[in-house]
């Protein structure tokens, strides 16, 4: 993504405002958490059947999930199925910690030289 007010150098990930989550495919098994650790493949089987159906064992993928909505990317329906696992928890906003640095925005991160 090009950012104006990033150096040379440096990339930017776009926050969509959805959830941050780690999924597994390792024996047989597939395992989706929150950032936070919290199981969250009861809330999303239509997530975690297909993988196990078509990735291989040993595959790990981190993204965020949400939905595309007619006026672009939500997360209301993400956090509605992931509610009853995935309480909400205090929102970091940015007035609370503003970044200072590049370094400070944890979406962004250095490109190898």
């Known amino acids: 993504m090009n950012d104006p007010e990033l150096q040379a150098g440096w990339a930017e990930d776009v926050k969509w405002g959805g959830f941050r989550a780690l999924l597994t ?3 047989g098994q597939a395992v989706l958490r929150s950032r936070h650790g ?5 809330a ?3 997530i ?3 993988a196990l159906r078509q990735l ?3 595959t790990a993928l981190d993204g965020e999930l949400f939905t595309w909505e007619a006026d672009g990317a939500g997360a209301d329906r993400v956090r509605a199925v992931a509610e009853p696992v995935a309480p909400p ?3 970091h906003t ?4 503003p970044p200072r640095t590049p370094l ?3 979406h962004v991160l250095r490109l190898p030289c």
């Not at 919290?38 to 009861?42: F, G, I, N, R, Y």
């Not at 940015?94 to 910690?97: F, G, S």
């Open 104 to 106: 400070d925005r944890p």
């Open 48 to 50: 975690t059947d297909p």
């Open 38 to 42: 919290t199981d969250l493949a009861p």
């Open 44 to 46: 999303f089987p239509d």
């Open 25 to 27: 495919v390792d024996g």
């Open 56 to 58: 291989p064992d040993a």
């Open 89 to 91: 928890r205090r929102r």
């Open 94 to 97: 940015t007035d609370d910690d």
